[in-house]
């Protein structure tokens, strides 16, 4: 089992930044990690994702440039570094694992094993 535990959430001006982190624990081995976000009324969505390995990273087309998705090996932690806020990233964030490693899948909820409670990012004008 893995426990995935979020946290640096709050509330943000647009235009300003937020870091998250997510904290991994547990005896299982996992090869990725992902974060994805839930607006109000709106289904779940990829944002970014990295492999533990060598840190290659993806991310969807709605924040590149603008955030940034990197890992600490030695504290099992994942960070999301969001730059340039804006209204439309309002969302409750979670940290998700995986076994494997798939570029493929990475994009894709089903392929996450474990998942975080979420934290609220809040974006205000």
């Known amino acids: 089992q893995v426990q995935l535990v979020e946290s640096g959430g709050g509330l943000v001006q647009a235009g300003g930044s937020l870091r998250l982190s997510c904290a991994a624990s547990g005896r299982t081995f996992t090869s990725s990690m992902g974060w994805f976000r839930q607006a109000p009324k709106k289904e779940r969505e990829f944002v970014a994702a990295i492999r533990w390995s060598d840190g290659s990273t993806y991310y969807a087309d709605s924040v590149k440039g603008r955030f940034t998705i990197s890992r600490d090996n030695a504290k099992n932690t994942v960070y999301l570094q969001m730059n340039s806020l804006k209204l439309e990233d309002t969302a409750v964030y979670y940290c998700?694992?995986?076994?494997?490693?798939?570029?493929?899948?990475?994009?894709?909820?089903?392929?996450?094993?474990?998942w975080g409670q979420g934290t609220q990012v809040t974006v205000s004008s």
């Open positions: 998700a694992a995986a076994r494997a490693y798939n570029r493929d899948y990475l994009k894709a909820q089903r392929f996450y094993d474990y």
